[in-house]
C-alpha cells in the first residue's frame, strides 16, 4: 500500500526524522492564509499524488508570496498531472500541500528498502540526491552507498557514521544524519514499511538536514497490526477495476494488452501470460481466481475482465483441483448469459470433472472456442483478438 507525502512525513515527524513544516488543503482560497502562518519568505507548493516525479511535471512550484501561493494552489487543484511515473493517463490532483521554503545548499538520497536477494534491510545513500536518482542509479550506480541491516541486531550506529562520510557530510551534519538514519530505520521496521525513502534529504544553508520529500510504501499483509495506516488508503489513487477485484478477493492486476485472462492459482496466471506474449498478444491483466472460487467468484471475475474496454478476447485457462471444472464452466455460463459474449471467449480446461465442464459449455448453446492444450489456446486467442 502507497500513501502520501504529507502522510509519510506525519508518520516520520513522530519516529523523530525533521521535516518541513506545512499544511495540506483541498481548496485554493486557504493556500494565503497557511503561507501567512507559515510565515516564511517563499513557499512550497506539492501536488498530493501517488508517484514521484512531480517536481518535473510541474507539481511542485515555489511561491513568492500568499496571493502567488493562492495562485499556483488554483492552477494545481483539479489538474491532470503527468509525470514518468504516472503513465499518459496523469492522476488528478485533488490536495496539495504547501510547506516552508527553504534555502537548500545541498539535496542528498537516503532509503531504507528490503533486499531479497539477501533477504535484509539495506540503507542507501547517495550525495546525488534530488531528481534524478533512477538516473544515478542506472549509471554511475557507485554513487549509492549502501549498508546491510542484521535484522536481529538492528542498524549499529558506525554504519550510519560510515554512510554519513561516503556521501561527504562533515562532522557536525554526520552527528545529525547518523540520528536521521536511526529514527528512519525505527519507522521502517515499526510500521512494516516496505521502502521508505527521502529524496531529497537537503542540507539548509544553516547546516540542519530535513526530509524535503518522502515516499514510504507498506508490507499489504502486515496491513491488519496497523489499523491506523490502513485508515491511510486513499481508493482515488488506485485502479478502480483493481479496488472491485478486492472486493471479491480476486488477485486482479490491470495491464496495458488487449487479451483478458482468467487464471486459476498465481503460477498458472503467470505461465499464462508468459504464452500469450510467446504466441505474440499482449496480456491484458493478471487475474488469479484462486484455488477454491467458486461459480459466483467466476462471474465476478468474468465481469471486472470485461469492463476493461481495451480487451478484444477472452483467454480462459483453468486446472481443475479444488475449483472443478463443471463449476467453472457454471460460472462462465452464468456471466455470459447476464454480459452477453462482446468479445470471442477461448477456454481451456483440464482436471477434475473436465468431461463434464466441457458437455456444459456446450450444450449452453454459447459461442465459445474450447482448446486442448495451452499453445493451441494461446495461438487461438491472439488469432481473435487481432
Ligand atoms: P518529486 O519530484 O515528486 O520527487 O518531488 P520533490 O518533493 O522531491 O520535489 C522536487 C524538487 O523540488 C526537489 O528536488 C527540490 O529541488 C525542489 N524543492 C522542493 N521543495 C523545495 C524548497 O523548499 N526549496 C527549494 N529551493 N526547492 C525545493
Ligand atoms: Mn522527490
Redesign the pocket.
Same mark, same amino acid.
Given at each position: 500500500m502507497k500513501i502520501h &507525502?504529507f502522510q509519510a512525513k506525519a508518520i516520520l515527524a513522530t519516529h523523530g526524522v525533521p521535516v518541513?513544516r506545512g499544511e495540506t488543503i483541498t481548496k485554493a482560497s486557504e493556500a494565503a492564509a497557511v503561507a501567512r502562518r507559515l510565515g516564511t519568505k517563499? $513557499?512550497?507548493v506539492?501536488?498530493q499524488i501517488h508517484? !514521484? %516525479?512531480? %517536481?518535473? %511535471?510541474g !507539481?511542485?512550484k515555489?511561491a513568492r508570496n500568499p496571493e502567488d501561493a493562492e495562485k499556483l494552489a488554483k492552477n494545481m487543484l483539479g489538474m491532470t498531472l503527468v509525470?514518468h +511515473?504516472t503513465g499518459p493517463e496523469g492522476r488528478k490532483v485533488s490536495r496539495v500541500l504547501v &510547506? &516552508? %521554503?527553504? +534555502? *537548500?545548499q545541498r &539535496?542528498l538520497y537516503l532509503s531504507v528498502v528490503l533486499d531479497r536477494s539477501s533477504g535484509k534491510p539495506v540503507v542507501m545513500a547517495s550525495a546525488a !540526491? !534530488? *531528481?534524478d536518482i533512477e538516473e544515478v542509479a542506472a549509471s554511475t550506480p557507485e554513487k549509492i552507498a549502501k549498508v546491510y541491516i542484521e535484522p536481529g541486531v538492528g542498524i549499529v550506529p558506525f554504519q550510519a557514521r560510515q554512510l554519513g562520510f561516503a556521501i561527504g557530510l562533515d562532522g557536525a551534519q554526520v552527528n545529525k544524519f547518523v540520528q536521521i538514519v536511526g529514527a528512519l530505520y525505527e519507522a521502517y521496521l515499526s510500521t512494516d514499511a516496505s521502502l521508505l525513502e527521502l529524496?531529497?534529504l $537537503?542540507v539548509t544553508a544553516s547546516g540542519d538536514l530535513l526530509a524535503?520529500?518522502a515516499?514510504m510504501n507498506f508490507d499489504d499483509n502486515a496491513l491488519y497490526r496497523h489499523p491506523d495506516i490502513k485508515e491511510l488508503r486513499d481508493l482515488a489513487e488506485e485502479d478502480p477495476l483493481e479496488i472491485e477485484a478486492s472486493k471479491f478477493s480476486l488477485n486482479y492486476i490491470h495491464l496495458d494488452g488487449n487479451i483478458g485472462c482468467m487464471v486459476n492459482g498465481a503460477g498458472l496466471a503467470m505461465a499464462t501470460m508468459d504464452i500469450i506474449k510467446l504466441a505474440g498478444g499482449e496480456p491484458a491483466n493478471f487475474l488469479d481466481v484462486g484455488g477454491g472460487a467458486n461459480a459466483e467468484q467466476i462471474r465476478n471475475a468474468f465481469k471486472i475482465l470485461m469492463s476493461d474496454k481495451n480487451v478484444k478476447a477472452v483467454l480462459i485457462n483453468i486446472f481443475g483441483g479444488i475449483l472443478r471444472c463443471d463449476v467453472l464452466a457454471q460460472g462462465v455460463i452464468a456471466a455470459v448469459k447476464e454480459l452477453g459474449v462482446p468479445v470471442p471467449i477461448v477456454i481451456r480446461m483440464e482436471g477434475t470433472n473436465v468431461d463434464e465442464g466441457k458437455r456444459l459449455l456446450k450444450e449452453s448453446g454459447m459461442k465459445l472456442t474450447t482448446a486442448d492444450s495451452m499453445d493451441e489456446a494461446a495461438i487461438t486467442v491472439v488469432k481473435l483478438a487481432h
Open positions: &507525502e518541513p517563499v $513557499v512550497v506539492k501536488a508517484a !514521484g %516525479g512531480r %517536481g518535473k %511535471g !507539481g511542485v515555489l509525470t +511515473q &510547506e &516552508e %521554503g527553504l +534555502q *537548500m &539535496e !540526491g !534530488g *531528481m529524496n531529497p $537537503v524535503l520529500d515516499k
